[in-house]
């Protein structure tokens, strides 16, 4: 069965410092997504994409953050300069389309430590 | 702004016991809603979508949508102690943000 895979599983890096977390998403869907999740609080929006561009955007996702579709299978988001508060679990998500094709199907997670 | 809200947990449930989960949002633009279930330190994983008024079930769960109340909500018949897990909702029409999660724990 199709899935979106993620990678690492897991980086830790040093305040100040840029990551790259990278996604395959599901082959033939179009919208893809990162969310994230600090630890014990909820799973955030931070941005769709869609058509090699930004679609949707929260106010988390500020000008520290970026995301990229460099190819015709990978979507990254680039953290320029990590912040203690980076921490989290990172969550690529893809769907088919949206309404009634809108079905989110997620990684496994990227584990962002910030030291 | 954009909300998603659901009842305050945690909710506990004897094993084989019907539990509710119940989730309400703001954006009248939604017109997509799924429910998603997540382990600890898991990632969360579909378990139902509902598009139209009215319910909709699948094996033990019934998703239940009245986009006049802008309300959705979860059934879960039976519940069993695999169960027991965060449930999120989600709405996607003008906004992809997930409520704020339920802990359900299933008591056997």
């Known amino acids: 069965e199709p899935e979106v895979t993620q990678t690492p599983s897991h980086q830790v890096t040093q305040m100040g410092q840029e990551v790259i977390l990278r996604c395959v998403p599901i082959?033939?869907?179009?919208?893809f997504y990162w969310y994230r999740q600090i630890l014990g609080q909820k799973v955030e929006f931070l941005v769709s994409?869609?058509?090699?561009?930004?679609?949707?955007k929260s106010e988390i996702f500020d000008d520290q953050f970026s995301v990229e579709r460099p190819d015709g299978s990978n979507f990254t988001l680039k953290i320029r300069s990590t912040k203690l508060e980076d921490s989290a679990m990172y969550f690529c998500?893809?769907?088919?389309?949206?309404?009634?094709?809108?079905?989110?199907?997620f990684g496994e997670g990227s584990r962002l430590t910030v030291l | 702004q954009k909300e998603v809200e659901q009842n305050s947990g945690p909710l506990s449930v004897p094993e084989g016991a019907i539990a509710s989960l119940n989730c309400t949002y703001s954006?009248?633009?939604?017109?997509?809603f799924f429910w998603y279930r997540q382990y600890s330190g898991k990632s969360p994983e579909l378990i139902m979508s509902?598009?139209?008024?009215g319910d909709k079930e699948d094996g033990r769960f019934t998703a239940q949508l009245n986009k006049a109340s802008q309300y959705v909500s979860l059934l879960i018949r039976d519940s069993q102690p695999s169960d027991s897990a965060t449930y999120l909702c989600?709405?996607?029409?003008?906004?992809?943000?997930f409520g704020t999660g339920t802990s359900l724990t299933v008591i056997p």
């Open positions: 509902i598009y139209s008024n």
């Open positions: 994409f869609y058509n090699n561009e930004i679609s949707e």
């Open positions: 954006d009248r633009g939604s017109q997509s």
């Open positions: 998500a893809s769907s088919k389309g949206q309404g009634n094709t809108g079905e989110l199907f």
């Open positions: 082959s033939n869907h179009l919208y």
């Open positions: 989600l709405g996607l029409g003008n906004q992809f943000y």
